[in-house]
Protein backbone atom coordinates (compact mmCIF):
# COMPACT_ATOMS: atom_id res chain seq x y z
CA UNK A 1 0.00 0.00 0.00
CA UNK A 2 1.08 3.46 -1.38
CA UNK A 3 2.03 6.44 0.81
CA UNK A 4 1.38 9.58 -0.44
CA UNK A 5 4.41 11.91 0.55
CA UNK A 6 4.06 14.84 3.11
CA UNK A 7 1.82 17.29 1.56
CA UNK A 8 3.80 20.14 2.61
CA UNK A 9 5.96 18.83 0.17
CA UNK A 10 4.84 18.88 -3.76
CA UNK A 11 1.78 19.87 -3.12
CA UNK A 12 2.91 23.50 -2.02
CA UNK A 13 5.18 23.35 -5.11
CA UNK A 14 4.04 24.56 -8.66
CA UNK A 15 4.38 21.03 -9.80
CA UNK A 16 1.31 19.09 -9.16
CA UNK A 17 1.67 14.99 -8.88
CA UNK A 18 0.65 13.41 -11.76
CA UNK A 19 -3.36 12.31 -12.45
CA UNK A 20 -4.19 8.55 -12.71
CA UNK A 21 -7.20 9.31 -13.99
CA UNK A 22 -9.39 7.73 -16.89
CA UNK A 23 -11.26 9.48 -19.45
CA UNK A 24 -14.53 11.28 -18.37
CA UNK A 25 -17.29 8.35 -18.86
CA UNK A 26 -19.64 8.62 -21.83
CA UNK A 27 -22.33 10.28 -19.27
CA UNK A 28 -21.81 11.10 -16.03
CA UNK A 29 -25.16 10.97 -14.90
CA UNK A 30 -25.52 7.52 -14.88
CA UNK A 31 -24.17 5.42 -11.49
CA UNK A 32 -22.04 2.02 -12.19
CA UNK A 33 -23.93 -0.11 -10.10
CA UNK A 34 -20.11 -1.73 -9.41
CA UNK A 35 -19.19 1.14 -7.18
CA UNK A 36 -22.89 2.00 -5.70
CA UNK A 37 -24.71 -0.04 -3.39
CA UNK A 38 -27.55 -1.99 -4.20
CA UNK A 39 -30.76 0.09 -4.27
CA UNK A 40 -29.15 3.06 -5.22
CA UNK A 41 -30.90 4.42 -8.42
CA UNK A 42 -31.42 7.98 -9.99
CA UNK A 43 -35.04 9.23 -10.12
CA UNK A 44 -37.36 10.58 -12.66
CA UNK A 45 -36.62 13.83 -11.69
CA UNK A 46 -32.83 13.03 -12.16
CA UNK A 47 -31.89 13.38 -8.33
CA UNK A 48 -30.58 10.31 -6.57
CA UNK A 49 -32.38 7.82 -3.87
CA UNK A 50 -31.30 5.15 -1.81
CA UNK A 51 -33.66 3.17 -0.17
CA UNK A 52 -36.45 4.50 -1.52
CA UNK A 53 -35.65 7.94 -0.06
CA UNK A 54 -34.35 11.12 -2.25
CA UNK A 55 -30.55 12.19 -1.00
CA UNK A 56 -32.29 15.95 -0.90
CA UNK A 57 -34.92 14.58 1.72
CA UNK A 58 -31.98 12.50 3.22
CA UNK A 59 -30.14 16.17 3.20
CA UNK A 60 -32.75 18.06 5.02
CA UNK A 61 -33.61 15.61 7.69
CA UNK A 62 -29.70 14.74 8.50
CA UNK A 63 -27.50 17.64 7.24
CA UNK A 64 -24.04 16.69 5.63
CA UNK A 65 -21.42 15.25 5.13
CA UNK A 66 -23.01 12.19 6.42
CA UNK A 67 -22.72 8.24 5.89
CA UNK A 68 -25.56 6.90 4.33
CA UNK A 69 -25.75 2.82 4.67
CA UNK A 70 -28.16 0.78 2.08
CA UNK A 71 -29.04 -1.74 4.73
CA UNK A 72 -30.58 -3.89 2.00
CA UNK A 73 -27.38 -4.32 0.51
CA UNK A 74 -25.48 -4.83 4.16
CA UNK A 75 -27.48 -7.55 4.42
CA UNK A 76 -27.53 -9.32 0.99
CA UNK A 77 -23.96 -8.81 0.99
CA UNK A 78 -23.48 -10.73 4.36
CA UNK A 79 -25.89 -13.52 3.58
CA UNK A 80 -23.68 -14.12 0.13
CA UNK A 81 -20.74 -14.50 2.27
CA UNK A 82 -22.53 -16.93 4.69
CA UNK A 83 -24.47 -19.24 1.76
CA UNK A 84 -21.12 -18.80 -0.75
CA UNK A 85 -19.10 -21.03 2.29
CA UNK A 86 -22.27 -22.71 3.54
CA UNK A 87 -22.01 -25.26 6.63
CA UNK A 88 -18.84 -26.24 6.82
CA UNK A 89 -17.04 -23.19 6.89
CA UNK A 90 -17.53 -19.65 9.34
CA UNK A 91 -17.48 -15.81 8.13
CA UNK A 92 -16.13 -13.60 10.69
CA UNK A 93 -16.67 -10.07 9.61
CA UNK A 94 -14.18 -8.01 10.60
CA UNK A 95 -15.61 -5.32 12.87
CA UNK A 96 -12.56 -2.83 12.25
CA UNK A 97 -14.00 -1.77 8.92
CA UNK A 98 -17.16 -0.62 10.17
CA UNK A 99 -18.39 -1.34 13.77
CA UNK A 100 -21.72 -0.67 15.25
CA UNK A 101 -24.72 -2.09 17.42
CA UNK A 102 -27.11 -2.14 14.74
CA UNK A 103 -24.47 -3.93 12.63
CA UNK A 104 -23.72 -6.39 15.19
CA UNK A 105 -27.25 -7.14 15.66
CA UNK A 106 -27.94 -7.68 11.23
CA UNK A 107 -24.67 -9.90 11.25
CA UNK A 108 -26.43 -11.98 14.20
CA UNK A 109 -29.57 -12.61 12.32
CA UNK A 110 -27.84 -12.81 8.99
CA UNK A 111 -25.88 -15.88 10.84
CA UNK A 112 -22.32 -14.18 10.37
CA UNK A 113 -19.78 -14.40 13.57
CA UNK A 114 -17.56 -11.03 14.30
CA UNK A 115 -14.07 -10.29 14.76
CA UNK A 116 -13.06 -7.56 16.83
CA UNK A 117 -9.73 -6.66 17.61
CA UNK A 118 -9.70 -4.38 20.73
CA UNK A 119 -11.65 -4.05 23.98
CA UNK A 120 -13.84 -0.98 22.31
CA UNK A 121 -15.08 -3.42 19.51
CA UNK A 122 -15.76 -6.15 21.81
CA UNK A 123 -17.67 -4.37 24.38
CA UNK A 124 -19.85 -3.25 21.37
CA UNK A 125 -20.44 -6.78 19.98
CA UNK A 126 -21.32 -8.07 23.67
CA UNK A 127 -23.84 -5.44 24.16
CA UNK A 128 -25.65 -5.50 21.08
CA UNK A 129 -26.22 -9.00 22.10
CA UNK A 130 -23.79 -11.24 19.58
CA UNK A 131 -23.33 -14.83 21.52
CA UNK A 132 -19.44 -14.45 22.87
CA UNK A 133 -18.64 -17.98 21.23
CA UNK A 134 -19.33 -16.00 17.45
CA UNK A 135 -16.42 -13.59 18.41
CA UNK A 136 -12.69 -14.23 17.27
CA UNK A 137 -10.58 -11.68 19.58
CA UNK A 138 -7.48 -10.49 17.33
CA UNK A 139 -4.73 -7.74 18.24
CA UNK A 140 -0.87 -7.36 17.99
CA UNK A 141 -0.66 -6.26 21.88
CA UNK A 142 -3.46 -6.79 23.30
CA UNK A 143 -3.94 -6.01 27.10
CA UNK A 144 -4.08 -7.91 30.54
CA UNK A 145 -7.29 -6.50 30.66
CA UNK A 146 -8.53 -6.62 26.91
CA UNK A 147 -7.54 -10.57 27.26
CA UNK A 148 -9.34 -11.05 30.83
CA UNK A 149 -12.81 -9.50 29.62
CA UNK A 150 -12.48 -11.61 26.43
CA UNK A 151 -11.87 -14.86 28.48
CA UNK A 152 -14.20 -14.13 31.08
CA UNK A 153 -16.62 -13.34 28.07
CA UNK A 154 -16.20 -16.87 26.54
CA UNK A 155 -15.12 -15.49 23.36
CA UNK A 156 -14.86 -18.61 20.85
CA UNK A 157 -11.41 -17.87 19.96
CA UNK A 158 -8.44 -15.77 20.46
CA UNK A 159 -5.44 -15.52 18.00
CA UNK A 160 -2.34 -15.20 19.63
CA UNK A 161 -0.18 -12.89 18.14
CA UNK A 162 3.31 -13.44 19.86
CA UNK A 163 5.30 -15.69 22.10
CA UNK A 164 4.35 -13.63 24.26
CA UNK A 165 0.85 -13.76 24.32
CA UNK A 166 0.97 -17.91 24.37
CA UNK A 167 1.99 -17.40 27.88
CA UNK A 168 0.24 -14.91 28.94
CA UNK A 169 -3.73 -15.89 27.36
CA UNK A 170 -2.45 -19.37 29.18
CA UNK A 171 -2.07 -17.91 32.57
CA UNK A 172 -5.28 -15.63 32.45
CA UNK A 173 -7.35 -18.27 31.74
CA UNK A 174 -5.70 -20.52 33.86
CA UNK A 175 -6.54 -18.08 37.12
CA UNK A 176 -10.02 -17.99 35.59
CA UNK A 177 -10.37 -21.88 35.44
CA UNK A 178 -10.93 -21.82 32.17
CA UNK A 179 -9.59 -23.78 28.69
CA UNK A 180 -9.55 -20.88 25.86
CA UNK A 181 -9.69 -22.14 22.54
CA UNK A 182 -7.00 -20.04 20.72
CA UNK A 183 -5.40 -20.05 16.91
CA UNK A 184 -2.13 -19.05 16.63
CA UNK A 185 -1.49 -16.10 13.60
CA UNK A 186 1.15 -17.29 11.52
CA UNK A 187 3.05 -15.00 8.64
CA UNK A 188 3.55 -16.84 5.66
CA UNK A 189 5.56 -14.76 3.78
CA UNK A 190 2.99 -13.49 1.32
CA UNK A 191 2.69 -9.66 0.85
CA UNK A 192 -0.58 -9.03 -1.14
CA UNK A 193 -1.36 -5.74 -3.05
CA UNK A 194 -4.74 -5.40 -5.01
CA UNK A 195 -3.50 -7.20 -8.26
CA UNK A 196 -0.32 -8.63 -7.60
CA UNK A 197 1.15 -10.22 -4.32
CA UNK A 198 4.97 -11.09 -3.70
CA UNK A 199 5.78 -14.58 -1.50
CA UNK A 200 9.31 -14.64 0.42
CA UNK A 201 10.71 -16.52 3.29
CA UNK A 202 10.20 -13.86 6.01
CA UNK A 203 8.12 -10.57 6.49
CA UNK A 204 9.26 -7.27 8.14
CA UNK A 205 5.71 -6.09 10.08
CA UNK A 206 4.47 -6.88 13.79
CA UNK A 207 2.03 -8.93 13.00
CA UNK A 208 1.65 -13.08 13.88
CA UNK A 209 4.48 -15.62 14.20
CA UNK A 210 6.71 -16.37 11.24
CA UNK A 211 6.47 -19.29 9.35
CA UNK A 212 10.36 -19.26 8.62
CA UNK A 213 13.06 -20.57 10.82
CA UNK A 214 10.31 -22.56 12.23
CA UNK A 215 9.05 -20.01 14.74
CA UNK A 216 5.27 -21.03 13.94
CA UNK A 217 5.97 -24.76 14.81
CA UNK A 218 8.13 -23.77 18.19
CA UNK A 219 4.84 -21.64 18.91
CA UNK A 220 2.69 -24.71 18.24
CA UNK A 221 4.79 -26.69 20.69
CA UNK A 222 4.86 -24.26 23.57
CA UNK A 223 0.67 -23.32 23.28
CA UNK A 224 0.26 -27.62 23.00
CA UNK A 225 1.84 -27.62 26.32
CA UNK A 226 -0.02 -25.37 28.37
CA UNK A 227 -3.24 -26.30 30.42
CA UNK A 228 -5.31 -22.99 29.74
CA UNK A 229 -5.05 -23.29 25.97
CA UNK A 230 -6.99 -25.44 23.45
CA UNK A 231 -4.73 -24.78 19.75
CA UNK A 232 -8.02 -25.24 17.69
CA UNK A 233 -5.99 -23.87 14.41
CA UNK A 234 -3.81 -21.53 12.47
CA UNK A 235 -4.74 -18.24 11.27
CA UNK A 236 -3.27 -16.33 8.33
CA UNK A 237 -4.43 -12.69 6.76
CA UNK A 238 -2.11 -11.38 3.96
CA UNK A 239 -3.19 -8.09 3.03
CA UNK A 240 -5.89 -5.94 1.82
CA UNK A 241 -8.07 -4.46 -1.15
CA UNK A 242 -6.62 -8.28 -2.91
CA UNK A 243 -8.00 -8.98 -6.21
CA UNK A 244 -5.48 -11.75 -6.85
CA UNK A 245 -6.62 -15.28 -5.48
CA UNK A 246 -2.61 -16.28 -6.10
CA UNK A 247 -1.60 -14.54 -2.51
CA UNK A 248 -4.24 -16.85 -0.77
CA UNK A 249 -3.37 -20.12 -2.74
CA UNK A 250 0.84 -19.59 -1.28
CA UNK A 251 -0.63 -18.51 1.87
CA UNK A 252 -3.00 -21.95 1.98
CA UNK A 253 -0.45 -24.38 1.02
CA UNK A 254 2.10 -22.96 2.99
CA UNK A 255 -0.88 -23.03 6.24
CA UNK A 256 -1.16 -26.69 5.33
CA UNK A 257 2.11 -27.78 5.43
CA UNK A 258 2.61 -26.73 9.00
CA UNK A 259 -0.09 -28.70 10.05
CA UNK A 260 1.34 -31.45 8.30
CA UNK A 261 4.52 -30.79 10.71
CA UNK A 262 2.14 -30.54 13.80
CA UNK A 263 0.64 -33.69 12.90
CA UNK A 264 4.06 -35.56 12.01
CA UNK A 265 5.07 -33.97 15.61
CA UNK A 266 2.25 -34.27 17.53
CA UNK A 267 0.21 -36.73 16.36
CA UNK A 268 -2.78 -34.30 16.05
CA UNK A 269 -4.83 -32.77 13.03
CA UNK A 270 -5.87 -29.04 13.83
CA UNK A 271 -9.63 -28.96 12.93
CA UNK A 272 -8.93 -25.56 11.92
CA UNK A 273 -7.74 -22.94 9.49
CA UNK A 274 -8.63 -19.16 8.69
CA UNK A 275 -7.33 -17.66 6.11
CA UNK A 276 -8.27 -13.81 7.04
CA UNK A 277 -10.34 -11.09 5.28
CA UNK A 278 -8.70 -8.71 2.56
CA UNK A 279 -10.82 -9.37 -0.65
CA UNK A 280 -11.07 -6.28 -2.91
CA UNK A 281 -13.97 -4.33 -3.62
CA UNK A 282 -14.68 -1.47 -6.53
CA UNK A 283 -14.17 1.64 -5.98
CA UNK A 284 -13.99 2.73 -9.05
CA UNK A 285 -15.24 1.50 -12.65
CA UNK A 286 -11.88 0.23 -13.65
CA UNK A 287 -11.79 -2.32 -10.57
CA UNK A 288 -13.04 -6.37 -11.07
CA UNK A 289 -13.55 -7.98 -7.62
CA UNK A 290 -14.48 -11.40 -7.15
CA UNK A 291 -18.05 -12.45 -5.81
CA UNK A 292 -18.22 -14.64 -2.69
CA UNK A 293 -19.15 -17.63 -4.37
CA UNK A 294 -15.99 -17.62 -6.16
CA UNK A 295 -13.52 -17.14 -3.76
CA UNK A 296 -15.54 -19.78 -1.79
CA UNK A 297 -15.07 -22.07 -4.32
CA UNK A 298 -11.17 -21.21 -4.93
CA UNK A 299 -10.21 -20.89 -1.36
CA UNK A 300 -12.25 -24.60 -0.75
CA UNK A 301 -10.45 -26.07 -3.96
CA UNK A 302 -7.38 -25.00 -2.87
CA UNK A 303 -7.47 -25.89 1.08
CA UNK A 304 -8.85 -29.65 -0.32
CA UNK A 305 -6.19 -30.09 -2.86
CA UNK A 306 -3.43 -29.33 -0.66
CA UNK A 307 -4.83 -31.30 2.51
CA UNK A 308 -5.05 -34.04 0.22
CA UNK A 309 -1.63 -34.49 -1.45
CA UNK A 310 -0.36 -34.01 2.81
CA UNK A 311 -3.05 -36.97 3.52
CA UNK A 312 -4.77 -34.57 5.97
CA UNK A 313 -8.48 -34.15 6.89
CA UNK A 314 -9.72 -30.90 5.41
CA UNK A 315 -10.34 -28.64 8.34
CA UNK A 316 -12.61 -26.24 9.12
CA UNK A 317 -11.60 -23.12 6.78
CA UNK A 318 -13.12 -19.75 8.57
CA UNK A 319 -12.55 -16.12 6.63
CA UNK A 320 -12.49 -12.40 7.92
CA UNK A 321 -13.74 -10.18 5.27
CA UNK A 322 -14.61 -6.57 6.45
CA UNK A 323 -14.56 -4.43 3.71
CA UNK A 324 -16.03 -7.21 0.63
CA UNK A 325 -19.51 -6.99 3.09
CA UNK A 326 -19.80 -3.08 3.68
CA UNK A 327 -17.39 -1.00 1.92
CA UNK A 328 -19.76 -0.99 -1.23
CA UNK A 329 -23.04 -0.15 0.86
CA UNK A 330 -22.51 3.23 1.95
CA UNK A 331 -21.72 6.41 0.39
CA UNK A 332 -20.71 9.41 2.07
CA UNK A 333 -23.24 12.81 1.29
CA UNK A 334 -21.33 16.36 1.09
CA UNK A 335 -22.40 20.05 0.26
CA UNK A 336 -20.22 21.66 -2.71
CA UNK A 337 -18.97 24.77 -0.87
CA UNK A 338 -16.18 26.92 -2.34
CA UNK A 339 -15.27 26.15 -6.10
CA UNK A 340 -11.93 27.20 -7.12
CA UNK A 341 -10.99 26.32 -11.09
CA UNK A 342 -6.83 26.36 -11.45
CA UNK A 343 -6.24 27.47 -15.03
CA UNK A 344 -4.65 24.05 -17.15
CA UNK A 345 -4.80 22.08 -13.86
CA UNK A 346 -7.67 21.19 -12.86
CA UNK A 347 -10.96 22.28 -10.93
CA UNK A 348 -10.96 21.83 -6.87
CA UNK A 349 -14.84 21.62 -5.56
CA UNK A 350 -14.50 21.92 -1.61
CA UNK A 351 -16.97 19.92 0.27
CA UNK A 352 -18.42 20.18 4.04
CA UNK A 353 -16.57 17.32 5.26
CA UNK A 354 -12.97 15.94 4.11
CA UNK A 355 -9.82 14.08 5.72
CA UNK A 356 -11.67 13.81 9.18
CA UNK A 357 -14.25 11.64 7.52
CA UNK A 358 -12.08 9.90 4.80
CA UNK A 359 -8.58 9.46 5.93
CA UNK A 360 -7.99 6.79 3.21
CA UNK A 361 -6.97 8.89 0.03
CA UNK A 362 -4.28 10.87 1.88
CA UNK A 363 -2.85 8.26 3.93
CA UNK A 364 -2.93 5.72 1.21
CA UNK A 365 -3.83 7.11 -1.66
CA UNK A 366 -6.93 6.01 -2.29
CA UNK A 367 -9.10 5.96 -5.05
CA UNK A 368 -12.62 7.04 -5.02
CA UNK A 369 -15.76 8.15 -7.48
CA UNK A 370 -17.84 10.86 -7.19
CA UNK A 371 -21.46 11.66 -8.61
CA UNK A 372 -23.42 15.27 -8.37
CA UNK A 373 -26.51 13.14 -6.91
CA UNK A 374 -29.04 16.42 -6.32
CA UNK A 375 -29.93 17.03 -9.84
CA UNK A 376 -28.96 15.68 -13.37
CA UNK A 377 -26.80 17.65 -15.72
CA UNK A 378 -25.92 17.86 -19.40
CA UNK A 379 -23.09 20.04 -19.15
CA UNK A 380 -18.95 19.66 -20.60
CA UNK A 381 -17.52 17.37 -18.08
CA UNK A 382 -14.50 18.95 -15.55
CA UNK A 383 -11.69 17.34 -14.31
CA UNK A 384 -11.83 18.16 -10.42
CA UNK A 385 -10.08 17.32 -7.31
CA UNK A 386 -12.16 17.11 -4.39
CA UNK A 387 -10.89 18.42 -1.04
CA UNK A 388 -12.41 19.39 2.50
CA UNK A 389 -12.34 21.90 4.67
CA UNK A 390 -9.18 21.38 7.06
CA UNK A 391 -5.96 23.37 7.18
CA UNK A 392 -4.01 20.82 5.22
CA UNK A 393 -3.54 20.70 1.68
CA UNK A 394 -3.22 17.08 1.35
CA UNK A 395 -7.02 16.54 2.49
CA UNK A 396 -8.18 15.19 -0.41
CA UNK A 397 -11.07 13.36 -0.77
CA UNK A 398 -11.23 11.98 -4.76
CA UNK A 399 -8.23 12.93 -5.81
CA UNK A 400 -9.21 13.06 -9.85
CA UNK A 401 -12.77 12.73 -11.19
CA UNK A 402 -14.78 14.44 -13.49
CA UNK A 403 -17.88 16.44 -12.25
CA UNK A 404 -20.06 18.54 -14.84
CA UNK A 405 -18.94 22.09 -15.06
CA UNK A 406 -22.08 23.58 -14.10
CA UNK A 407 -21.45 22.23 -10.95
CA UNK A 408 -22.55 25.11 -8.10
CA UNK A 409 -22.28 25.36 -4.24
CA UNK A 410 -24.83 23.97 -2.52
CA UNK A 411 -25.14 20.74 -5.26
CA UNK A 412 -24.81 17.85 -3.67
CA UNK A 413 -22.05 15.22 -4.28
CA UNK A 414 -21.56 11.78 -3.12
CA UNK A 415 -18.57 9.61 -2.85
CA UNK A 416 -19.65 5.51 -2.91
CA UNK A 417 -17.96 2.69 -1.43
CA UNK A 418 -17.01 4.05 2.09
CA UNK A 419 -18.44 2.02 4.06
CA UNK A 420 -15.29 0.60 5.24
CA UNK A 421 -12.63 2.40 7.49
CA UNK A 422 -14.14 5.71 6.55
CA UNK A 423 -16.35 6.01 9.99
CA UNK A 424 -14.24 3.71 11.59
CA UNK A 425 -11.09 5.84 10.91
CA UNK A 426 -12.49 9.19 11.44
CA UNK A 427 -11.51 11.91 13.37
CA UNK A 428 -11.79 15.10 15.48
CA UNK A 429 -8.91 16.90 13.30
CA UNK A 430 -9.70 20.67 13.90
CA UNK A 431 -12.22 19.74 16.00
CA UNK A 432 -14.53 18.17 12.92
CA UNK A 433 -17.36 16.58 14.02
CA UNK A 434 -17.41 13.12 13.18
CA UNK A 435 -20.81 12.80 10.59
CA UNK A 436 -23.61 10.67 11.49
CA UNK A 437 -23.99 6.88 10.05
CA UNK A 438 -27.50 6.71 8.29
CA UNK A 439 -29.30 3.17 7.46
CA UNK A 440 -31.63 3.24 4.94
CA UNK A 441 -33.99 0.40 4.17
CA UNK A 442 -37.38 0.35 2.30
CA UNK A 443 -38.02 3.71 2.63
CA UNK A 444 -37.41 4.43 5.87
CA UNK A 445 -33.79 6.43 7.26
CA UNK A 446 -32.52 5.33 11.05
CA UNK A 447 -29.78 6.60 12.43
CA UNK A 448 -27.16 4.23 13.77
CA UNK A 449 -24.26 6.62 15.27
CA UNK A 450 -25.46 9.92 15.39
CA UNK A 451 -23.38 12.70 14.17
CA UNK A 452 -21.17 14.01 17.06
CA UNK A 453 -21.82 17.69 18.63
CA UNK A 454 -19.91 20.86 19.93
CA UNK A 455 -20.90 19.29 23.39
CA UNK A 456 -19.33 15.63 23.00
CA UNK A 457 -15.86 17.27 21.91
CA UNK A 458 -16.21 19.87 25.12
CA UNK A 459 -17.15 16.96 27.57
CA UNK A 460 -14.18 15.52 27.02
CA UNK A 461 -12.15 18.66 27.40
CA UNK A 462 -12.14 18.69 31.12
CA UNK A 463 -10.78 22.67 31.23
N1 LIG B 1 -8.66 -10.08 9.46
C1 LIG B 1 -7.54 -9.51 9.95
C2 LIG B 1 -6.69 -10.26 10.86
C3 LIG B 1 -7.21 -8.20 9.57
O1 LIG B 1 -6.10 -7.63 10.05
C4 LIG B 1 -8.06 -7.49 8.69
C5 LIG B 1 -7.75 -6.14 8.28
C6 LIG B 1 -9.22 -8.13 8.22
C7 LIG B 1 -9.48 -9.43 8.62
C8 LIG B 1 -10.21 -7.46 7.31
O2 LIG B 1 -9.66 -7.06 6.11
P1 LIG B 1 -10.63 -6.53 4.93
O3 LIG B 1 -11.43 -7.71 4.45
O4 LIG B 1 -11.52 -5.48 5.51
O5 LIG B 1 -9.68 -5.99 3.93
N2 LIG B 1 -7.34 0.69 7.00
C9 LIG B 1 -6.98 -0.04 5.80
C10 LIG B 1 -7.26 -1.51 5.94
C11 LIG B 1 -6.58 -2.13 7.11
C12 LIG B 1 -6.94 -3.57 7.26
C13 LIG B 1 -6.39 -4.14 8.49
N3 LIG B 1 -6.74 -5.48 8.72
C14 LIG B 1 -7.73 0.56 4.62
O6 LIG B 1 -8.48 1.50 4.82
O7 LIG B 1 -7.57 0.13 3.48
Known amino acids: MSRSAHPAG ?43 IDVSTLAEQFGTPAYFLDETDFRARARAWRTAFGHDADVFYAGKAFLSRAVVRWLHEEGLNLDVCSGGELATALSAGMPADRIAFHGNNKSVAEITRA ?12 FQEIVRVAHIAQSLGRRQRVQIRVTVGVEAHTHEFIATAHE ?18 RALALDGLEVIGIH ?16 ARRVVSLLAAIRDEHGIELPEIDLGGGLGIAYTSDDDPREPHEIAKA ?9 EAAKLRTPRISVEPGRAIVGPTAFTLYEVGTIKPLEGLRTY ?10 IRTALYDAEYSVALVSRTSDAEPMLVRVVGKHCESGDIVVKDAFLPSDLAPGDL ?14 SNYNHA ?10 GEARVIVRRETEEDLLRLDVG
Request: with cysteine; proline share 5%; charged share 20%.
Open 10 to 52: PRHADVLPEGHYSAPADDLNVLDPKVWAQTVTRTEDGSVSVGG
Open 151 to 162: VEAGVGRIVLDS
Open 204 to 221: DQKFGIALADGQAAEAVR
Open 236 to 251: SHIGSQIFDMAGFEVA
Open 299 to 307: LGEIVTREC
Open 349 to 358: VSVDGGMSDN
Open 413 to 426: IAVPATGAYCRSMA
Open 433 to 442: LRPPVVAVRD
